[in-house]
Structures are given as C-alpha cells and as structure tokens.
C-alpha cells in the first residue's frame, strides 16, 4: 500500500511569508505528527494530531500551526517565515496506539531566503 | 525544542563486518523504541523497534539490543553492505501518542 505522501518536496519562501505542507498517511492510519529536521537541532517534534485533534504539542512558537481533516490528511502551516525556519518537515503517521510505529514520509524541503 | 546533541558521530566499516550503533536515552520512563535508517535526501526509514518489556529483538540482519539499567539502546547489523550506508536514528517514546525523542544519529560508512 502506498506510504506516506508529502507535498511539496521542495520549496522556497521569502522572510515574512507563510507556508502551507500538506500530508498524506498511510491507508487506514489515523494519527499524523511533524517533525522539524535541522543540522544543528536534529529531528524535533513539532505536533500530533489524532481523530482531527490535536494530541501532543512540541516547544515551537504559534507561528507553527496545524490541522488535520476528517480523512486523516494534514497540513501544517508556518506563518512569518523567519531564516532559522529552514529545514527538512517531515509527516510520519501511525495507526496511533500507545506503541505504534510512526512511519515517514520523504520530507518537505522548505528554504527562507 | 528538545535537542538529545549537535554532534553527529562516524562509524566506518568495512563491508562484510558486523556493525555496532549505540544511543543512549535519557528517560526511564521510556517504554518503546525505535530505530531508523535515513539516506541523503530521503525519510527515515524503519528498522527495527523494542519495547521496554524486552532486552532483544532480531529482524533480517539486524539486532536490537536494550539495557534498561543504563539507558542504552544498540543496533547491530550482521555483514553490512554498501547499501547499509546511512545516517541510523534511535527514537524513545516518553509519552502518550506518538511524541518521539530523537537522537542526534550516527552516520555509518561502509568501506569497500
């Protein structure tokens, strides 16, 4: 079955825009979390959503923000880009258990200039 | 954002050697794990996972091993290929849903 599919794969902004990344699960899997990933800080959570809900929250500003929809897709939006928001955003979802694996996908690679 | 470290270590070996990759987590409340496997410009891929109810666990080639005692996770890869080349995470879970800890990785080279 098909895997985790993030759209766009790449990406440049200008300091100050905001962007939208958008995230398909795997089939039948309901929980959707991000991931921030950096040279310096490695990969950081950003946030979890379950049944449309969010669920667990990282240390980011409210600059980062999601969602997700009834179909379990989501999208995560970063509003006043500043340059330090450069980075790998990766989606990975699982079937949202206690133990569940979370699976990724390829990332959204997103440069401010 | 939490951050386990900036400083990404090199394991180099040669192809056909057993390969050894540690990490060390730091909440002992951590009650699952999980390796990944990342190539440049792609996702992390999954390994390989443990729960804490476990020391060991074995898939195709690769073994994960798990001391609770000192809050340290290894992943060994038997006769490692050029293919096996990589950046491996290991991820703790420390709390309800799916809030993984990454580690900062180890990037693993494999000489001809």
């Known amino acids: 079955k098909a895997g985790v599919t993030q759209t766009p794969r790449y990406l440049i902004k200008t300091r100050g825009q905001q962007v939208t990344l958008s995230c398909s699960p795997i089939s039948g899997h309901r929980s959707v979390s991000w991931y921030q990933q950096t040279p310096g800080q490695g990969l950081q959570f950003l946030f979890e959503?379950?049944?449309?809900?969010?669920?667990n929250k990282g240390n980011f500003p409210g600059r980062f923000s999601g969602r997700q929809f009834s179909n379990s897709r989501s999208e995560m939006n970063v509003s006043t880009l500043e340059l330090g928001d450069s980075a790998l955003y990766l989606c990975a979802s699982s079937l949202g258990g206690p133990s569940s694996t979370i699976y990724f996908g390829e990332g959204s690679w997103l440069t401010v200039v | 954002g939490e951050s386990v470290g900036l400083h990404l270590p090199t394991l180099s070996v040669q192809e056909g050697d057993n390969s050894i990759i540690n990490c060390a987590y730091s909440?002992?409340?951590?009650?699952?794990f999980i390796w990944y496997k990342q190539e440049s410009g792609k996702g992390p891929q999954f390994i390989i996972d443990i729960r804490s109810n476990m020391d060991k666990r074995q898939g195709q080639r690769v073994t994960v091993l798990l001391n609770k005692t000192v809050k340290h996770l290894s992943l060994q890869i038997a006769a490692t290929q050029p293919g096996d080349s990589a950046v491996y995470f290991c991820a703790e879970k420390r709390n309800y849903g799916q809030n993984f800890v990454f580690g900062p990785g180890t990037r693993l080279s494999v000489l001809p």
């Open positions: 959503y379950f049944s449309e809900t969010q669920r």
């Open positions: 909440n002992s409340a951590s009650d699952y």
